[in-house]
Each structure stands twice: as structure tokens, then as C-alpha cells.
């Protein structure tokens, strides 16, 4: 049974930081693509960051580039989102998608609320 568990979400300032962490069982984690997702209220979800099965290459939004991070520690089946200087318009709901085996998991997301 493949589970995808994010957390770290929360309240955070403007200018603040937080880190996702994704959980991952029932699948080769290794093997796999990961990415994080967001989807503000009222839109449509959008792409955060991507990175490939090894780590090494990494991909991410224009919105988000330089200010988030992603990582990945195949040890631990763990995808990580540090994600720093957070502005209001970073508000959404975040979620962890894992790509195997031309099959896409998602978890069923963590909310990040940025806010004075």
C-alpha cells in the first residue's frame, strides 16, 4: 500500500521559514521522481519542485526559485521542502507527489499559511 505523509506545515511570518518533510512507504523511494505540488484556495494546484531519483538534478517554479529548497534522503524514504522567505502569496496547501513506475502517488497534503 503506497503512502505519501507530508508535514511541517503551518503558521509562519513573512520573511519566515519552514521545511516540508514527505514520507514515503510502498514503492521503491530510490527509484522514484518526487516532487512537491501547492494549491491556494480557489486555484488550480501548481508545481513547486522536482527532483530526479537520485537527487542530482533538481527542477523548480519561477515563483519559488532561490528562495525554496528541495532534497531528498533515499535512506530515509524522505522528500524535503525548506522553503524560506516566505511571502502571503506562498499561502496554499502542499502536497508530495511521488512518479514510479509511470504511476503518480500523492499525499494528502499539508497546509502552509503565511501571515502576520
Known amino acids: 500500500q503506497v503512502q505519501l505523509v507530508e508535514s511541517g506545515g503551518g503558521l509562519v511570518q513573512p520573511g519566515g521559514s519552514l521545511r516540508l518533510s514527505c514520507a514515503a512507504s510502498?514503492?521503491?523511494?530510490?527509484?522514484?521522481?518526487m516532487s512537491w505540488h501547492r494549491q491556494a484556495p480557489g486555484k488550480e494546484r501548481e508545481f513547486v519542485a522536482s527532483?530526479?531519483?537520485?537527487?542530482?538534478?533538481?527542477s523548480y517554479a519561477s515563483s519559488v526559485k532561490g528562495r525554496f529548497t528541495i532534497s531528498r534522503d533515499n535512506a530515509k524514504n524522505t522528500v524535503y521542502l525548506q522553503m524560506n522567505s516566505l511571502k502571503p502569496e506562498d499561502t496554499a496547501v502542499y502536497y508530495c507527489?511521488?512518479?514510479?513506475?509511470?504511476?503518480?502517488?500523492w499525499g494528502q497534503g499539508t497546509q502552509v499559511t503565511v501571515s502576520s
Open positions: 507527489k511521488g512518479s514510479y513506475s509511470s504511476t503518480n502517488y
Open positions: 510502498g514503492f521503491t523511494f530510490s527509484s522514484a521522481s
Open positions: 527532483i530526479s531519483s537520485t537527487g542530482r538534478s533538481t
